[in-house]
T-cell receptor, first 112, second 114 residues
Framework: RKEVEQDPGPFNVPEGATVAFNCTYS??????FFWYRQDCRKEPKLLMS???SGNEDGRFTAQLNRASQYISLLIRDSKLSDSATYLC?????????????FGKGTLLTVNP | DAGVIQSPRHEVTEMGQEVTLRCKPI?????LFWYRQTMMRGLELLIY????????DSGMPEDRFSAKMPNASFSTLKIQPSEPRDSAVYFC????????????FGQGTRLTVV
């Protein structure tokens, strides 16, 4: 099983649609989780952290299920500017084992 | 803050040549990561440093790849000799070594080996 696995996509949705991305991780010792966004030919940038109780930032909602080792990102009322690749990221920390592992990403295209 | 600075932004080189990629992390960050991104494999962690010490280099593809961090403000990734399959975008990222910490990426070096 890959360390971090995401929906392969691509997702093509109309403006205003709600879209959800899923991600699973293999290491139960993972301690923190993120969603990053990467625009075409740009570097990845943090979209939001994912907290155990779930968290929301405007139109974006992230959820974590530690028992199932599953992370999700929900985008409501999608905008053209949401078109990008969304990367699920898992951070192992503690002792000397500290690294960010990225999923391969899911490409989202929001159409007018 | 200028962010993570990588150089060069683009590199085209011939197979067999040595390539050196450079990275300046954000001041005060004590973790530094080198990633490689390709369409087929996505973002792969090559190596990371904590406080200038290499912690995990299990992602380095083979002996042709080496990375150094001689001080807190500079790191290099060297490929010698380069091969066409090394063509990719190489990203450097830095962060503070705390559990729930964002990693900041440089703009990347787009390497093409012909």
């Amino acid at each position: 099983r890959k360390e971090v696995e995401q929906d392969p996509g691509p997702f093509n949705v109309p403006e205003g649609a709600t879209v959800a991305f899923n991600c699973t991780y293999s290491n139960s010792a993972s301690q923190s989780f993120f969603w990053y966004r990467q625009d075409c030919r740009k570097e990845p940038k943090l979209l939001m952290s994912v907290y155990s109780s779930g968290n929301e930032d405007g139109r974006f909602t992230a959820q974590l299920n530690r028992a199932s080792q599953y992370i999700s990102l929900l985008i409501r009322d999608s905008k053209l500017s949401d078109s990008a690749t969304y990367l699920c990221v898992v951070n192992q920390s503690g002792g000397s084992n500290y690294k960010l592992t990225f999923g391969k990403g899911t490409l989202l295209t929001v159409n007018p | 803050d200028a962010g993570v600075i990588q150089s060069p932004r683009h590199e085209v080189t011939e197979m067999g040549q040595e390539v050196t990629l450079r990275c300046k992390p954000i001041s005060g960050h004590n973790s530094l990561f080198w990633y490689r991104q390709t369409m087929m494999r996505g973002l792969e962690l090559l190596i990371y440093f904590n406080n200038n010490v290499p912690i995990d280099d299990s992602g380095m593809p083979e002996d042709r790849f080496s990375a150094k961090m001689p001080n807190a403000s500079f790191s290099t990734l060297k490929i010698q000799p380069s091969e066409p399959r090394d063509s990719a975008v190489y990203f450097c990222a830095s962060s503070t070594r705390r559990t729930n910490t964002e990693a900041f990426f440089g703009q990347g070096t787009r390497l093409t080996v012909v």
